[in-house]
């Protein structure tokens, strides 16, 4: 549920961000800068976070999990179902042995 409210200690949420040196948007294309900026200016980044006890914020996971392909979010190049998708001890994809998966 998207309140716009600060969480708490130890509560998972979409980190957002406001400043001088967050960009204004996508050049020429305003439906997706309206989507990824609020009218309160903040960048809603996808990245979900959380705060510890001693303030320190910590990156846990993603909104949304994309493989650009040239600069390209939302285009498809091609599709291939895998068994497993490999993954570091820590549980990061490693992109890097996606893309030099022989095909």
Same mark, same amino acid.
């Given at each position: 549920? /998207? /309140? $716009?409210?600060?969480?708490? /200690? $130890?509560?998972r949420g979409e980190l957002w961000v406001r400043g001088p040196n967050?960009?204004?948007g %996508?050049?020429?294309q305003p439906e997706a800068s309206a989507a990824t900026i609020d009218a309160d200016r903040r960048l809603h980044t996808g990245? @979900? $976070?959380?705060?510890?006890?001693? $303030?320190?914020?910590f990156i846990v996971d993603r909104? !949304?999990?994309? @493989? !650009? %392909? !040239?600069?390209f979010h939302e285009r498809l190049h091609a599709l291939e179902f895998i068994?497993? @998708?490999? !993954?570091?001890?820590?549980g990061k994809i490693l992109r890097r042995l996606l893309r030099e998966r022989p095909h």
């Open positions: 549920m /998207t /309140t $716009g409210n600060d969480l708490g /200690t $130890g509560v967050v960009m204004r %996508y050049l020429k990245d @979900i $976070g959380m705060f510890d006890e001693d $303030g320190d914020l909104l !949304k999990e994309l @493989i !650009k %392909y !040239k600069g068994e497993a @998708i490999p !993954k570091s001890p820590s």
